[in-house]
T-cell receptor, first 117, second 114 residues
Framework: AQKITQTQPGMFVQEKEAVTLDCTYD???????LFWYKQPSSGEMIFLIY??????QNATEGRYSLNFQKARKSANLVISASQLGDSAMYFC??????????????FGQGTELSVKP | GAGVSQSPSNKVTEKGKDVELRCDPI?????LYWYRQSLGQGLEFLIY????????KSGLPSDRFSAERTGGSVSTLTIQRTQQEDSAVYLC????????????FGPGTRLTVT
């Protein structure tokens, strides 16, 4: 069975510094996708970044990058130059890729990030 | 364009009553998902619709839960004979046929069963 583990319930970071949020996963599938979502206190889930299991390069989206280490089964999110608006809950998620179609996401328990001014 | 919309945003119901939660996906998205978010259980998958295929109902917690998707667009999640443990935020998401099939979420419906 697929499983996502986020071991940091809460993290603090100083504004303008970089922060790494940890995510490890467990799957026996060869094809899978890894996602990070942000959930501010308002409640909406915001898609941040995606990494496919066959992608050789780490994904980047603006200030977000995904440090993908396949052999270690880790998919850490790096946020550079933290901003006060980055304070939120962050979820790592995984989906099995099959038959060129979507599928359910398995989520970790989340990490609450607080950015200090 | 418009995102995923859900209604109502909040629903308070008495134990034993039936409730219906609605989701309007992003136009053109072929896949639609329902998840539940609660303090004790985190984010749980409930059900997934993909085009005209049979839905993946593997996450529905009991036979009191059902969902349908009409015309490949709007979806309704129905909970019959609600229980207090059904209290949660119900999130709907949709995805297109992009290579990553990333899911875009609606604002959720907060259900409180008293």
């Amino acid at each position: 069975a697929q499983k996502i583990t986020q071991t940091q319930p809460g993290m603090f970071v100083q504004e303008k510094e970089a922060v790494t949020l940890d995510c490890t996963y467990d799957t026996s599938d060869q094809s899978y996708g890894l996602f990070w979502y942000k959930q501010p206190s308002s409640g909406e889930m915001i898609f941040l970044i995606y990494q496919g299991s066959y992608d050789e390069q780490n994904a980047t989206e603006g200030r977000y990058s995904l440090n993908f280490q396949k052999a270690r089964k880790s998919a850490n999110l790096v946020i550079s130059a933290s901003q006060l608006g980055d304070s939120a809950m962050y979820f790592c998620a995984m989906r099995e890729l099959q038959y060129n179609q979507g599928g359910k996401l398995i989520f970790g328990q989340g990490t609450e990030l607080s950015v200090k001014p | 364009g418009a995102g995923v919309s859900q209604s109502p945003s909040n629903k308070v119901t008495e134990k034993g009553k039936d409730v219906e939660l609605r989701c309007d996906p992003i136009s053109g998205h072929t896949a639609l998902y329902w998840y539940r978010q609660s303090l004790g259980q985190g984010l749980e998958f409930l059900i997934y619709f993909q085009g005209n295929s049979a839905p993946d109902k593997s996450g529905l917690p009991s036979d009191r839960f059902s969902a349908e998707r009409t015309g490949g667009s709007v979806s309704t999640l129905t909970i019959q004979r609600t229980q207090q443990e059904d209290s949660a935020v119900y999130l709907c998401a949709s995805s297109s046929d992009s290579p990553s099939y990333e899911q875009y979420f609606g604002p959720g419906t907060r259900l409180t069963v008293t």
